[in-house]
């Protein structure tokens, strides 16, 4: 049986992977290792300096590129080291359309970085597709899509999307770090491109920064392999190592995720003292029979507004907590809390992100793999 046929929960074990050449070490070891010996010049065994590539970071890249049934992967020092990469593929005058509620590191990016390269970035809901059509013009060259979105929870329909961006001739990536390839496969769903902030729930234990990207082109795949070994943004030996321990246990780990978060969910819906929940698995969400139909759960995301709260009560409430740690960042064994105003979202302007729902009072849960009864209980005493 070939490793391409395996089911998921294998392939998070077996994807892309295999005993070590030299001694049979079953995990890859860690190659800690700039350069490598060359009998002659040229003469190399496929490894010659280590931001080119290095064993322990192909060993992740191929292992990423499985999960998202994809051909080619590549490993970053970031997500947004990631990201860069991608964005580096377009020039002056061209222009990407990304989702509205965009990850507050990819916003600044965007806007802070590349647009002084001359590219152009425009927004869209990604709710109309005519609109989204109507929007794409002759430098229009990458469509970037986040789903679910950061903080508000907004599904958009990744096919949907696809079948645009395939008639106009234009690529389109998808920032899958949210969801990861256990809940969702965008690949498979028509995009070009995936990409992930594996700092999140590919790591899982909150140890590494790591960033991936996945395409089944091998064209694109040069492309972005030329970019990584040009510009150097890599991931490094030991963070590789760790990442793809942390993958072994994607699937355990996604599967008690979703269960908490359904529970905190049901919970927080139900409380007195809660005025609004942003989950995808609610039927009333406005994109649940979306995230139904490309996703194989809902995730351990949640976000939500305590009844008639501002700033300030939405701060002492996620101070209050314990269990819940007050930190950046999500997708860790640990449940964390954000305040996305004040932290994730920080760098976006405040009527900006009003527009999209990130308003004072939000309060961002990543919710863990912990006993769901303590994390209610946390809960319940921070919101009396
Ligand atoms: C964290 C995150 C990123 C950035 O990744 P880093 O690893 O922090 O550089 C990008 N997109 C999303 C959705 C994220 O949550």
């Known amino acids: ?156 329909d990744i096919k949907a999307v696809a079948k645009v961006t395939k008639a106009k001739n234009v690529l389109l990536a998808v920032d899958n770090t949210f969801a990861t390839p256990y809940l969702q496969r965008p690949l498979d769903l028509g995009a070009d491109l995936v990409m992930h902030s594996a700092t999140k729930y590919l790591g899982g234990h909150s140890d590494v920064v790591v960033g991936a990207l996945v395409v089944k082109d091998e064209k694109l795949a040069e492309q972005l392999y030329f970019i990584q070994k040009s510009s150097g943004g890599i991931c490094g030996p030991m963070d590789s190592f760790l990442t793809l321990r942390g993958i072994k246990t994607l699937h355990v780990r996604m599967q008690r995720h979703c269960e908490n978060g359904e529970v905190i969910a049901k919970y927080l819906k139900a409380h007195p003292k809660v005025e609004k929940v942003y989950w995808p698995g609610f039927t009333s969400h406005p994109n649940h029979k979306i995230a139904k139909e490309q996703m194989s759960g809902f995730g351990g995301m949640i976000s939500f507004i305590p009844m008639g709260a501002n700033y300030d009560e939405a701060i002492k409430i996620v101070e209050r907590l314990n269990i819940f740690t007050l930190a950046e960042s999500l997708g860790g064994v640990e449940s964390l809390v954000g305040h996305p105003a004040s932290m994730s979202h920080g760098s976006i302007p405040k009527e900006e992100r009003e527009k999209n729902g990130v308003v004072d009072a939000l309060i961002r849960l990543s919710v863990g793999i912990e006993d769901v009864d303590d994390l209610i209980s946390d809960l319940e005493q921070a919101l009396n």
């Open 1 to 156: 049986m070939s490793k391409k046929e395996l089911k998921f929960n294998s392939k998070t074990i077996h994807g892309g992977q295999h005993p070590d050449a030299a001694y049979g070490a079953v995990m890859p070891p860690i190659y800690q290792t700039s350069t490598y010996a060359q009998p002659t010049p040229g003469g190399h065994k496929g490894f010659e300096y280590s931001r080119g590539a290095n064993p322990t970071r192909t060993a992740l890249e191929n292992a990423v590129a499985s999960l998202e049934n994809g051909n080619y992967g590549m490993a970053f020092g970031s997500g947004m080291a990631a990201i860069d990469a991608v964005i580096k593929l377009l020039g002056p005058g061209d222009e990407v359309i990304c989702t509205s509620d965009l990850y507050g590191g990819s916003y600044r990016l965007f806007k802070g970085v590349f647009e002084k390269y001359g590219i152009k970035f425009r927004f869209s809901d990604m709710v109309d597709m005519k609109a989204l059509a109507s929007q794409i013009d002759q430098n229009t060259k990458l469509v970037w899509v986040e789903t679910p979105t950061n903080p508000m929870m907004n599904i958009i």
